[in-house]
């Protein structure tokens, strides 16, 4: 226990001043096709004058897409969603030194995102410090979404030959190989002269039309 008598010395330490700040966030490619991956490629920086403490950087993903992948530079601890998840991707040092970390992240566009959608995407820095300036904290980007699919359709007839006066079934298979969903998809099937009606069954989601029965 000191005495009246005994000096008292005190240290004081000053809060450390930090500069965040977010790099551009490059998206690749832009456009970007439904259905296939999309990359952003962004730098975090600080520029001092001292370290960060637990400096942070947070996004969440767009509407529309999934977690892939990411690689983050070495000091940087990350959580991310599940692959094929939507959600928040963050990554905290528990001290950012003055420099600079790169972060690569990639991202499943849905194949139902319609053409022209605007993918935004946002990532922001933040720190425990006081950050000298903080209108450099965040970076943005949009990226615009085209569609491409490719359609191919099957017939298969079933018997052959047929006997006439007999019935002759045709399976039809639609298909699309993607990689984006097609949308307002049609086909249509002449009924081969000699013929006539007589049934259809089909798959659900579709809404068809047809002759009567016994009309060709």
Excluded: M
């Excluded at 832009?30 to 730098?43: I, S």
């Excluded at 420099?99 to 566009?109: I, K, M, N, P, R």
């Excluded at 903080?134 to 949009?142: E, F, I, R």
């Excluded at 639609?174 to 259809?200: C, E, K, Y």
Aim: aromatic share 6%.
């Amino acid at each position: 226990r000191a005495s009246d008598h005994d000096p008292v010395i005190v240290g004081l330490f000053g809060e450390a001043s930090v500069d965040l700040s977010v790099g551009a966030l490059a998206d690749t490619p832009n456009p970007v096709v439904a259905g296939t991956h999309l990359t952003y490629a962004f730098t975090v920086s600080n520029a001092g004058p001292d370290a960060a403490p637990a400096a942070t950087w947070i996004n969440a993903l767009p509407d529309g897409t999934t977690f892939v992948s990411l690689a983050a530079e070495a000091g940087w601890s990350c959580t991310t969603p599940d692959v094929g998840a939507g959600g928040t991707v963050s990554c905290t040092a528990s001290s950012f030194a003055i420099g600079d970390a790169d972060f690569t992240l990639v991202v499943a566009v849905d194949a139902s995102v319609a053409e022209d959608t605007q993918l935004h995407d946002e990532v922001t820095a933040s720190s425990s410090a006081s950050d000298a300036d903080p209108t450099n904290n965040t970076s943005t980007a949009q990226t615009a979404v085209t569609t491409s699919a490719d359609l191919s359709v099957r017939v298969l007839d079933t018997p052959d030959p047929v006997n006439a006066g007999d019935d002759l079934t045709y399976s039809i298979t639609v298909a699309n190989a993607g990689p984006s969903d097609a949308a307002s998809v049609s086909f249509s099937d002449t009924l081969p002269a000699g013929t006539t009606f007589v049934s259809l069954v089909t798959s659900a989601g579709w809404s068809c039309a047809k002759p009567a029965i016994g009309e060709g």
